[in-house]
């Protein structure tokens, strides 16, 4: 269900981004260039359908469990809004890992806003490599991400950690005697 989502959504990606309707369609959820949680459903309403019509496709073609759908709705939307986050989840070295590479990452769907020509894919990066429509820093980009994540982490730490504060303000007691 969500490999057959996958490449009905890569394509149809693709489609929207051709240049001919880009602007009447997908233009709409483009207008944010460093998008968020609420970017997710910023959708044409021609958009919106042809998102919602892998519904249908998936319930007459593929038998599935009746609590697939609600799992399958939950990851889609999961993977929607994290790709809007502008925040990186995943650890260093995910992009880089021989099985996690083929997943998506939030620094993925984000860069697609930026370089709207690369990132096409939704949950893996399947058909992005296929295709070779992957941001070709896309990796370099991650793990600055993460780098900037672990920075502003290390700072806000060392501003809430009380232990610090003590020991500075010791360190200075100790400068004054
Ligand atoms: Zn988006
Ligand atoms: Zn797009």
């Given at each position: 269900m969500i490999a057959l989502h996958d490449t009905y959504y890569y394509w149809t990606h693709r489609l929207l981004h051709w240049k001919k309707i880009?602007?009447?369609?997908?233009?709409t959820?483009?207008?944010s260039l460093n998008p968020t949680p609420f970017s997710a459903y910023a959708l044409h309403p021609v958009e919106a359908l042809l998102d919602v019509s892998i519904i249908p496709i998936i319930v007459f073609t593929i038998?599935?469990?009746a609590s697939a759908i609600?799992?399958?709705s939950a990851y889609t939307l999961g993977m929607n809004v994290l790709g809007h986050t502008g925040f990186e989840f995943f650890p260093s070295g995910f992009t880089q890992h021989k099985i996690f590479k083929w997943h998506n990452t939030p620094t993925h769907h984000n860069m697609?806003?930026?370089y709207a020509k690369y990132n096409f894919s939704i949950y893996f990066n399947f058909w992005d490599r296929v295709m070779k429509t992957n941001h070709p820093n896309y990796e370099n980009a991650f793990e600055k991400v993460i780098e900037q994540r672990n920075t502003l982490k290390a700072a806000a730490a060392l501003e809430n950690d009380p232990l610090e504060i003590n020991m500075s303000l010791a360190e200075q007691e100790e400068l004054l005697n």
């Open positions: 880009f602007k009447y369609v997908h233009k959820h483009h207008l038998p599935y469990h609600t799992i399958f697609h806003h930026r």
